[in-house]
């Protein structure tokens, strides 16, 4: 089933409610031919509000544009921007059979019997509907209802596919499951989509890219990898995974250095005004040792975590640390160790002069 591969552009797009209540800032953002887009963020940061501004179910505040492959959308009506919805609870018409609710669309918009037909086999195929196409979505499961949603929403060929929490009302093992097939099929569909969702490890598995969204603003966009080893923005450190805190003193920015315990280390040059630092808990090295240029830490806690041990660390002049190191390390409550951070991988807190960080388009 051939789908168009359109770009999508949101310039400066914001809205306002009646209240006053500023639901989204001005944003841009450019999403390519092809590409899935995950909004992401907790709840009441905005991700919704954009992606109904997108789909045409809100109208932004004036200076906003919505761009699909050139063409203005910004005040067409939801009917005539082509676009295919996904919702969290599914959606579907209770009465109709699997292959009639996929069929639902085209035969709205006229399509020819056998052509219709064509399609919807062809929808039945790609989701792995197969025996089902008779059966009532009251006789399926969470995900059977899923796919058909999807597949009612991609019936018509949209220019642009819209999932708002697709997965979110499935338990979790389902979730995991419907996910990775979910990143499978947009792959193979290669249809413009934007997902939105507040679970990040949904968005590394199922997107290309992300627009990390906080207070209304997108703060931060990229790959999940990126964006979780190179944070622009401490929130978006701290939504994409476990982050320690050191703290820095006055005089350790005089001195620019960072303390540790007794240990003094030098402060990245891009870091020197920051009085927060920011490390994951796996980019803390633990020794049974404590080698040259080691700090000295306690283990307080030892928590198994299958693959790996989690080691709550006390150090002296900090908040106590969380490291994750290797299954079958030796340290146990009690026992001082040596611990060591690569200063590249320090990511920046709160900083000593307000800096906001710009909109990335």
Known sequence: MENKHVPVR????????????RGLHPSTLDIAPGEVMALLGPSGCGKTTLLRLIAGLEMPDAGSRILFDGQDVTHLPIEKREVGMVFQHYALFPSMTVEANIAYGP????????????????????????????????ALSGGQRQRVAIARAIANQPRVLLLDEPLAALDAKLKISLRDELAELLRRLRITAIHVTHDQQEAFAIADRLAVMHEGR?????DGESLYRNPAHPFVA???GRVNVLQRTAQNLLNKDIQLADLCLPCPETLLGTDQLLVRPEDIDVSMNRPIGWAQAQVRQRSFMGGRVQLTLGVEGQADMIAEVDRDHTAMVGSIVGIRINPIKLMPGTVTHSQDVPNQP
Not at 218 to 222: C, E, P
Request: glycine share 10%; with cysteine; net charge positive.
């Open 107 to 138: 035969k709205i918009k006229g399509m020819a019997p056998t052509l219709r037909q064509e399609r919807v086999g062809e929808l039945v195929d790609l989701m792995r509907l197969n025996g089902l196409e008779k059966r009532l979505p009251s």
């Open 218 to 222: 997108i703060v931060q966009t990229g």
């Open 10 to 21: 949101i310039e400066q797009c914001a809205k306002t409610y009646a209240d006053g209540t």
């Open 238 to 240: 701290t939504f994409l």
